[in-house]
């Protein structure tokens, strides 16, 4: 029987590992998609690679499934951070759906002076970033890591990533100009609805690991700004180039 779904698990996979299946997996599976046991599904951990397995059990509690062959092997992640400004709504939300399925490692909100929303649910995020993952193919999830302030970025002792900070001056450099000497780890930083205030962006351009780039010629909003600039990253540095 060909799969049906694809399921995120943090246990390990191997030839006939036996795997849970926590309970809001199994409804999905028995009363939604209405899988009967023996029914085939793939799982992946972000270690392993993909497993072609079979639903051995499956209940009200929970559900069990037996490995039975590696369907794709592990590739590895590009070295890509988000870094953000929560917006408002459900639009954080959406960031994180969509930068899941751009191929970003991790996913870091960002606390600026303009920030409205501070307080972030992260297990609902981090079940987004999961959801993204089962559905668009990809063999990993993102971390999704606690906010920090803006200003704790350019601590060069905390971060040694190159930074684009999506900037909307007229002298900002292109995205490809920017990581034409290949830097081994990028993150992408793209700010809160008002933007950055004078004083942040005086302090990002002056910080030696930032770099300021456009991301075209018209004025974006935070959440397309962050999907243009991390398109524009794996085009010309990560897995799409």
Not at 23 to 43: D, E, I, N, T
Not at 101 to 114: F, H, K, Q, S, Y
Not at 120 to 137: D, P, T
């Amino acid at each position: 029987m060909k799969p049906s779904q694809r399921l995120y698990v943090a246990a390990d996979l191997g030839q006939d590992r036996v795997v849970g299946l926590d309970s809001g997996q199994a409804h999905y599976l028995a009363h939604v998609l209405r899988l009967p046991v023996g029914a085939a599904v793939l799982l992946f951990n972000g270690r392993d690679g993909e497993w072609l397995a079979h639903l051995s059990q499956i209940g009200k509690k929970g559900a069990e499934a037996v490995c039975v062959e590696q369907t794709r092997q592990q590739t590895a992640v590009c070295d890509l951070d988000l870094l953000f400004a929560p917006i408002k709504g459900d639009r954080t939300d959406t960031i994180v759906e969509k930068a899941t399925e751009l191929g970003v490692a991790r996913i870091r909100p960002v606390l600026t002076e303009r920030t409205i929303v501070r307080k972030l649910n992260l297990e609902r995020l981090r079940s987004r970033a999961a959801e993204a993952s089962e559905q668009c193919g990809t063999l990993f999830v993102p971390e999704v890591h606690e906010a920090v302030s803006l200003m704790s970025l350019l601590d060069p002792k905390a971060e040694a990533r190159c930074i684009l900070f999506a900037d909307e001056a007229g002298d900002a450099i292109s995205v490809a100009e920017a990581l034409a000497d290949r830097p081994a780890q990028v993150a992408l930083l793209t700010g809160p609805e008002g933007g950055f205030t004078p004083a942040e962006r005086d302090k990002l351009r002056a910080s030696p690991m930032v770099r300021p780039v456009h991301l075209g010629p018209r004025i974006l909003r935070a959440d397309t700004a962050t999907f243009a600039g991390l398109t524009l990253i794996q085009s010309a540095w990560g897995d799409w180039a």
